[in-house]
């Protein structure tokens, strides 16, 4: 009887034939812990800072939010090396750091173009907003797929992982407006 179940490699292989090794990388970086928590925090601070507030100031408000918060995780990073047994040297912890948080960077991108569309004039204020609000959701969708996939789960159990990871993704995202 044959298995109804893709090989463990389809959702790598599709990746590697989309865009290689850069591919990869890029959605490493949107799975990781960083990328997950930059991804709830674009789009909380889009649903935040767009009350009375064009385009343009979101993704100036946006843009600076995430690089001070991703400053903040280098530094915690490479405070909390330095009281490691076999610390590395600075350079490297920094180097370490920022590579680790560059997933709340990455995790940008996507919303911040998206707001850019209604800067250039390219759409409306309200449909980029939307747009950049839907993109955050999405990866987060998106990512519970391609885990699911990656586990060599069946479809009902991507689905779920598409569910689970998009609804509590959203409750992070709902308590982040609130509390700010």
């Known amino acids: 009887m044959t298995s109804l179940k893709p090989p463990l ?15 990869r990388r890029a959605l490493g970086a949107y799975n990781g812990e960083h990328g997950v928590y930059g991804i709830v925090l674009v789009t909380a601070v889009i649903a935040v800072g767009w009350n009375d507030e ?21 530094y915690a990073g490479v405070v909390a090396s330095r009281g490691a047994v076999q610390r590395e040297p600075l350079g490297r912890a920094i180097r370490t ?6 997933g709340m960077l990455i995790a940008m991108l996507i919303p911040a173009a998206l707001l850019g569309t209604a800067v250039l004039g390219w759409v409306e204020e309200y449909t980029a907003y939307y747009l950049a ?29 598409v569910i689970s990871t998009t609804l509590l993704g959203s409750l992070v995202i709902g308590l982040s407006i609130l509390v700010h």
Not at 9 to 23: E, K, L, Y
Not at 97 to 102: I, L, T
């Open 97 to 102: 750091a920022m590579q680790h948080a560059s």
């Open 54 to 74: 064009t385009d343009l100031d979101v993704l100036i408000f946006l843009l600076g939010t995430v690089v001070v918060f991703w400053l903040a995780h280098i």
């Open 9 to 23: 490699s389809t959702a790598t292989g599709r990746i590697r034939a989309v865009g290689g090794a850069g591919a």
């Open 133 to 161: 609000l839907g993109s955050g959701i999405l990866m987060l969708a998106l990512i519970g797929y391609l885990n699911a996939a990656r586990n060599g789960s069946t479809w009902p159990w991507r689905v779920a992982g």
